[in-house]
């Protein structure tokens, strides 16, 4: 198989009330991260905590393409995924504060969020843990004859897990409906892709086990929306698993924890020239689609909306100590 990419000139056709819908989905994953960065520090959320700034074209691009009925696995970096899919903010907000108000009854925490609802199967704390998970999902919808796909995003520290290759075999034998979403950032925690893989081509990795596989700019949240809607679209067909590698890079630290030793400064600086949203926002002032007044308030209805998740979460309650042993076992109905 040839090596197929995506860039900035493959573009949909957008109209303006599209555009606006990306520029705020966008917005609302920076600026809520923005706030929980803040929350960190003043203690209030606590634990682990992995931002996913800088990587936000990512989530909303592939969402994009998703149905209702269509299932998604993410990452333990995976507010941005759960926004883009449709958790409401305030319901995230008191999960990350530990509250029983929020979407996994704040015993999940910021790397755990899940709503069955939205068909939103959450993050794992294990490096590569959703794939297998996904291709179940797949399986099942297959073994059941349901018309849906299943979306599982992982970084590329993963496909040195064995449990990839397993799940890309598998789903390959089988023919499964799931699309493999790879944010490749280049850093699996402090480890950059060159020094733990001998092929760095990661597409490669999918095509060894006859795969189709693209990359596409995961800085351009129009490539990958288009890169997306056309490897769902195959998916769908029932032309087997499809494999997506977008290319993005994180602004912020592996974790809260992490002092980045392991890159240069100025390499982060230089990424941030060609972010998500600094691109995006250029393009649409190019177009005359949306002017400054607008992205204006658009930010302070985001603004806005943080704050009142903030406020839910803060007069969120603690679970009782006696419900503490709750969902270790299987209830049995009344």
Request: with cysteine.
């Amino acid at each position: 198989m040839s090596e197929k990419t995506t860039n900035v000139g493959a573009k949909l056709h957008v109209n303006r009330d599209h555009a606006l819908h990306l520029l705020t989905q966008m917005l609302r994953i920076r600026r809520f991260e923005e706030r929980c960065a803040e929350l960190y520090t003043e203690e209030k959320i606590r634990g682990f905590l992995h931002l996913y700034i800088g990587e936000e074209a990512v989530a909303v691009g592939v969402m994009q393409a998703l149905a209702p009925e269509d299932a998604v696995v993410a990452t333990y970096r995976e507010h941005g995924h759960a926004l883009a899919r449709g958790l409401q903010m305030t319901t995230l907000m008191a999960e990350m504060y530990g509250k029983q108000e929020g979407c996994s009854r704040g015993r999940g925490g910021s790397m755990h969020l899940f709503d069955a609802g939205r068909r939103f199967y959450g993050g794992s704390a294990i490096v590569g843990a959703g794939i297998p998970l996904a291709v179940g999902l797949a399986l099942a919808d297959k073994l059941q004859q349901r018309d849906r796909v299943t979306v599982c995003f992982f970084g590329e520290g993963a496909v040195a897990e064995g449990a990839f290759h397993e799940s890309l075999n598998l789903a390959a034998l089988w023919h499964l409906p799931v699309l493999f979403v790879c944010e490749n950032n280049l850093y699996a925690m402090g480890t950059a892709l060159e020094r733990s893989e001998s092929e760095t081509h990661i597409i490669r990795k999918a095509e060894g086990y006859r795969i189709e596989a693209e990359s596409v700019d995961g800085m351009d949240v129009i490539a990958v929306e288009v890169a997306a809607r056309g490897a769902l679209s195959a998916v769908r067909a029932g032309q087997g698993p499809r494999f997506l590698e977008c290319r993005t890079y994180r602004f912020r630290a592996h974790s809260m924890f992490d002092a980045q030793l392991y890159r240069d400064k100025a390499e982060v600086e230089a990424w941030k020239q060609k972010g998500p949203l600094l691109r995006f926002a250029h393009w649409l002032a190019e177009t005359g689609l949306i002017d400054a007044a607008e992205q204006d308030r658009i930010e302070a209805e985001i603004a806005d909306e943080i704050e009142q998740a903030v406020a839910f979460a803060e007069a969120g309650t603690w679970e009782p100590i006696e419900e503490l042993t709750r969902y270790v076992y299987t209830e049995q109905p009344a």
